[in-house]
């Protein structure tokens, strides 16, 4: 239990906006979390570490993409197939029941269990790429775009390609047989999965490309041996079930088990290779997958069509589909009015008409002859339909260059999830799929129109057109009885119709899940429904995993667990809890991720004054969420809303401080050269500062600021704090004369005929991140305001450009403080040209530059503030990662950018914060070190000193400005 918070009143839920509690609330009896005696067997069944029971981590485990919310009993988090196999044998023999979860992207409630909730995500993360690319081993917790990362390099990528790929795990997207717009059925899991190792209920581990598996299984399940051949003969003797099995295939189907694995396979084992995946973690548990890669297809041409009508859009989807079009993606009106609020939209697409709709079409081919073919084809095709030109920015133009084939697959991705963070404030978001004959998806648009209409929902519609796949989102106010009955009445009225209408499928892509599985033999039919149940019974005979997820005999299952949103009056509001957020958060294996940072504080919201719950979570919250939230905001990046969570936990802290800690924040930044000189006084007097002691060589004191000269200078160097406190290490390849970044970079300046003035004053300076991270607001008035003021009388009234060498503190004096600026230091600031001296160096330095002694390798890492700098709206990165790269390259014969490469925790703020989090910088680089240390690097670089400091401790290795590279490269 975690201790009392003395400063937890400062984050309640006021009183003003408290509404009743929630009848979805955490009860009280819950507040002490896992029962003791499940905890006390867990552990000493698993051991230490491995059993999550408080309060909190029940609370922020019950909460997925879904519309659903299931507290669990307790959280495990096993690290090794041994562990699964014993949490099963317990589960039979407890007659308990396990939910597997990975990512929790899912849409219709398979990551939410009741009872034992299985954390797979944190300890099966990994991919092997095998002969030469054209396999890929795969384990279930695995990003899919990580592992399409490692196939990179091979020009190879995995089938499915789910608009969750930055998020979703392999796991899961095996389990739900997810696709995507390119996919399709042919390139699903259950077409690319060569084979997997899968986990059975009994404990039984079968790997279904050993030879010997099947003689293997026989002698281990003998009656599941042969209960598999029995439903085998029994299937292939009624062709009438036969017909229907593989007419209900021929559409895009994830509803309930591959009963074609029957028809597809002829052993046993391969039967349950085929069952197992799409199965949603009700058979079994697959520890790893090997997928058959596919041709990456590198050239590609795309284009967004408009069209007057819905039904216009849809009509025309199939011709393109026909020509070889890899996705053809449908929008109708209201998708394309959120995209008009996106960043890179263009200007005028606020003006389009409510009725239009689009096409997003793209092309991929091998190579630039093959996509001329290709272009020449989707003309003919467009150029035979009654397109619109609604404004002018909408030319209905195919193009090649990646930037626009980017910024509109962006916008695309952006603007169908920014249609649930618009729905009204405390309603819940239920996203459906749904999937007809492709030739007659502009009829089912109509329909599906008619029934919006008169169940009185307003539904954005949006597709895989080229598959006859249809997806929409619905919001309704769980705490409202009579709205949930409005939901049920219209999923009544759907389901009956794309069944008995359309003979569809009820879950295009998204599995079956506690949305549908009422509505299962509607579909397949009381025949097939069955054989289904057979197949569980066969496999899971005790019923131990994910019941009522595939099959549920409730006919108002699909309305159990649903979640209710609370409004809190904060921009978290938005947040539909999809988890995009989370594989980008540095904290996410440390304490909590910005998804559990906002299930948590809805929590509290949801719960009456005095709660002992609520008591819990405000005791943690300090801790798990407000203070190891490292602030970089690249979860704003990653979110389709834009929601900021960086930010409200900097508004919580900015409420927690005390007026003392503000005072003595704005006390800092008053007198801060006095207090940079005492750091450097006291650095000069230990000799160094003390780390981990992994480093042999720590850094020491920075040298002394270089003379320059004002006269004839091309820009102003503003220094950084970090740069003008802490030297390169000493000892590593970096250090010595030129391998402080300052005299690094005067030197380069100079070589180049560019040369720099560093004016005196500076170390009164700061770009103020620290202070905005920590919420002193008025500390970061008082050098926001100096620092702007300074820096418009160096630059000439901004006549010059001001180049700061740390990448933080490039984006702080750009963006983050212009908010505390006076009026008139605004319209200072507005004159002022910010630049980071990477990209400085990259545009204005390096092509005057000889390299002449280049380095055989280096390894590099991007910083959080390179993803923000390089945020460009019409997708060209031009000021943040494609720059450090371009200086690397420079200098160095290979550059490697790990692919576990991201936030590295060090945040800016820890020498404001009453705590700061050591454990957060491990937990956030440990992937990226694990990299690093595979093999040998000449140089270890980066360009931030904040960051190099941070890879240091988790490697052991000394990293180093990538312009003290460049320097040593381009010396004559």
Not at 353 to 373: G, H, W
Request: aromatic share 4%; charged share 20%.
């Amino acid at each position: 239990m975690p201790k009392r918070d003395p400063q937890r009143d400062r984050w309640r839920p006021a009183p003003a906006t408290a509404v009743r509690p929630a009848p979805d609330r955490v009860e009280e009896a819950r507040a002490g979390g896992t029962p003791p005696g499940l905890r006390a067997d867990l552990e000493a069944l698993l051991g230490p570490g491995k059993v999550l029971g408080g309060a909190p981590d029940l609370v922020r485990y019950a909460t997925d993409a879904s519309p659903y919310r299931f507290v669990p009993q307790t959280v495990v988090v096993p690290d090794s197939v041994q562990d699964v196999v014993k949490l099963l044998g317990y589960a039979r023999a407890q007659r308990r029941n396990l939910v597997f979860r990975a990512a929790g992207t899912s849409l219709n409630g398979q990551a939410q269990g009741e009872d034992i909730l299985v954390d797979v995500r944190r300890h099966f993360a990994g991919v092997e790429v095998e002969a030469g690319g054209t396999r890929a081993r795969v384990l279930p917790g695995t990003v899919l775009a990580r592992a399409n990362a490692a196939l990179a390099r091979h020009r190879r990528v995995l089938g499915p390609d789910p608009a969750s790929a930055a998020a979703a795990t392999v796991g899961g997207v095996l389990a739900t047989n997810a696709a995507g717009a390119a996919a399709g059925s042919a390139r699903d899991s259950y077409r690319t999965v060569v084979s997997l190792t899968a986990v059975l209920a009994s404990g039984t581990v079968v790997d279904t490309a050993d030879p010997d598996a099947d003689a293997a299984l026989a002698a281990a399940e003998p009656e599941l041996y042969q209960g598999l051949l029995d439903l085998k003969d029994e299937i292939e003797g009624d062709p009438a079930l036969t017909a229907r099995i593989r007419a209900k295939h021929a559409v895009r189907n994830t509803g309930g088990y591959r009963l074609d694995a029957f028809l597809d396979a002829e052993t046993p084992v391969q039967i349950l290779r085929g069952l197992m995946i799409g199965s949603q973690g009700t058979l079994g548990f697959v520890a790893e997958a090997v997928y058959a890669t596919l041709p990456a297809r590198p050239a590609a041409t795309a284009g967004l069509l408009f069209f007057p009508t819905l039904d216009a859009a849809a009509g025309a989807a199939a011709p393109f589909a026909q020509a070889g079009a890899a996705a053809v993606e449908l929008m109708d009106g209201q998708v394309l009015a959120a995209a008009a609020g996106l960043p890179g939209a263009p200007g005028d697409w606020h003006r389009l008409p409510a009725d239009c709709a689009a096409l997003l079409v793209e092309f991929r081919a091998a190579d630039d002859t093959e996509l001329a073919a290709y272009e020449r084809a989707a003309r003919r095709v467009r150029d035979d339909l009654g397109l619109v030109t609604p404004v002018a920015s909408a030319d209905n133009s195919f193009s090649r260059d990646p930037a626009a084939v980017s910024r509109l697959w962006r916008l695309h991705r952006a603007a169908a999830a920014a249609v649930g963070g618009a729905r009204p404030p405390g309603t819940t978001l239920v996203t459906v799929d749904f999937a007809v004959p492709p030739h007659r998806l502009a009829e089912a648009c109509a329909e599906l129109r008619a029934l919006q209409r008169r169940h009185g929902f307003e539904g954005a519609v949006a597709g895989h057109a080229a598959h006859g796949t249809l997806r929409f989102p619905l919001a309704l106010d769980a705490a409202e009885p009579a709205d949930v009955e409005r939901y049920a009445a219209f999923t009544d009225d759907f389901c009956r119709t794309v069944t008995e209408r359309f003979d569809g499928s009820l879950a295009a892509g998204h599995g079956t899940g506690r949305t549908l599985a009422p509505f299962l033999e509607r579909e397949w039919g009381p025949r097939a429904t069955a054989l289904m149940w057979r197949v569980k019974a066969l496999l899971d005979p005790v019923g131990v995993l994910a019941p009522r997820v595939v099959l549920d005999q409730d006919p108002r299952g699909h309305l159990r667990g649903l979640k209710t949103l609370p409004v809190t009056g904060e921009a978290a509001d938005a947040c539909t809890e999809c988890g995009l957020c989370e594989p980008v958060c540095p904290s996410r294996e440390a304490t909590t991720t910005p998804r559990q940072r906002i299930a948590l504080r809805r929590e509290m919201f949801r719960q009456p004054p005095g709660s002992p719950v609520l008591r819990a979570l405000l005791d943690a919250y300090g801790h798990d969420a407000v203070d190891s939230c490292a602030g970089d905001t690249l979860c704003a990046t990653a979110c389709p809303a834009g929601i900021d969570t960086g930010a409200l936990m900097r508004d919580l802290r900015r409420v927690r401080h005390t007026r003392a800690e503000q005072r003595a924040a704005t006390a800092l930044a008053t007198h801060w050269q006095t207090a940079a000189r005492a750091v450097r006084a006291g650095m000069s007097a230990a000799g160094a500062v003390r780390g981990s002691g992994r480093v042999q060589a720590r850094p020491g004191l920075a040298p002394r600021l270089p003379r320059t000269e004002r006269q004839g200078a091309a820009a102003v160097y503003l220094p950084s704090c970090a740069n003008r406190i802490f030297g390169p290490p000493s000892g590593g390849p970096s250090g010595g004369p030129g391998g402080w970044v300052v005299h690094a970079l005067v030197a380069l300046a100079e070589r180049a005929g560019q040369p720099l003035w560093i004016p005196p004053g500076v170390t009164r300076t700061c770009c103020g991140a620290g202070w905005h991270a920590g919420g002193y607001d008025e500390g970061h008035a008082v050098m926001a305001n100096r620092v702007v003021e300074h820096a418009w009388a160096w630059t000439g009234g901004g006549r010059l450009p001001l180049v700061v060498d740390a990448q933080s503190c490039a984006l702080g004096l750009t963006r983050d403080l212009a908010p505390h600026l006076t009026a008139a230091n605004r319209a200072l600031h507005v004159e002022l040209t910010i630049l980071d001296a990477v990209a400085w160096t990259a545009a204005q330095l390096l092509p005057k530059l000889t390299v002449s002694r280049p380095l055989d390798s280096a390894v590099l890492h991007p910083t959080c503030a390179a993803a923000h700098l390089g945020a460009d709206p019409t997708g060209a990165d031009l000021l943040g990662a494609s720059a450090l790269e371009t200086v690397a390259r420079a200098c160095a014969r290979e550059v490697v950018v790990p692919d576990d490469a991201g936030c590295c925790g060090a945040a800016p703020d820890h020498r404001l914060r009453r705590r700061p989090h050591g454990p957060l910088t491990a937990a956030a680089t440990r992937p990226e070190a694990e990299e690093v240390a595979a093999r040998p690097f000449t140089a270890h670089l980066s360009a931030d000193r904040s960051c190099e400091l941070a890879l240091e401790d988790a490697t052991g290795e000394p990293y180093a400005s990538v312009l003290t590279a460049l320097e040593r490269a381009t010396r004559p």
